[in-house]
């Protein structure tokens, strides 16, 4: 695991330790003395911090004094990736999934049925959801 930025994922093993609390990301500028960059930082704890002899800043990302600060390689996370795989999964869940059959799996099967195109599928899925006004 290299040294990376908890905000960018940017690489920081060329950063000086220990890490000043004036110490920078020289790509986004957020602070790396900070809370989500230290190995007792843990969101699912009250205080979220796992030391009990800290005293946690009310802004995690904000420099601070801590003196029980040590640096934390995993601190990044992809959140940009979790939304995507996230938004992929509720489309699939409403539109079916993208592993349905094909055109040509329907043809040799030798089913009578013509198979609808996926975007005519979808289209008439969000048709349903949202109708269209009539003019009277």
């Given at each position: 695991?290299?040294?990376?930025?908890?905000?960018?994922?940017?690489?920081?093993?060329?950063?000086?330790?220990?890490?000043?609390?004036?110490?920078?990301?020289?790509?986004?500028?957020?602070a790396l003395h900070s809370c989500r960059?230290?190995?007792?930082?843990?969101?699912?704890?009250?205080?979220?911090?796992?030391?009990?002899?800290?005293?946690?800043?009310?802004?995690?990302?904000?420099?601070?004094f801590c003196e029980y600060y040590k640096?934390?390689?995993?601190?990044?996370?992809?959140?940009?990736?979790?939304?995507?795989?996230?938004?992929?999964?509720?489309?699939?869940?409403?539109?079916?999934?993208?592993?349905?059959?094909?055109?040509?799996?329907?043809?040799?099967?030798?089913?009578?049925?013509?198979?609808?195109?996926?975007?005519?599928?979808?289209?008439?899925?969000?048709?349903?959801?949202?109708?269209?006004?009539?003019?009277?």
């Amino acid at each position: 695991m290299s040294f990376v930025c908890w905000n960018c994922g940017q690489d920081l093993e060329s950063t000086p330790r220990p890490v000043s609390r004036h110490a920078q990301c020289p790509k986004c500028f957020e602070a790396l003395h900070s809370c989500r960059m230290c190995r007792h930082h843990n969101a699912s704890v009250t205080g979220q911090c796992e030391d009990e002899r800290a005293d946690p800043p009310t802004r995690r990302e904000s420099a601070n004094f801590c003196e029980y600060y040590k640096p934390r390689f995993d601190a990044y996370v992809n959140k940009r990736g979790q939304n995507v795989d996230a938004a992929r999964a509720k489309l699939d869940a409403l539109f079916g999934s993208s592993s349905s059959t094909t055109s040509n799996e329907a043809a040799t099967s030798g089913s009578a049925i013509p198979e609808i195109d996926k975007a005519d599928a979808a289209k008439a899925a969000l048709e349903a959801l949202f109708p269209t006004p009539t003019k009277k």
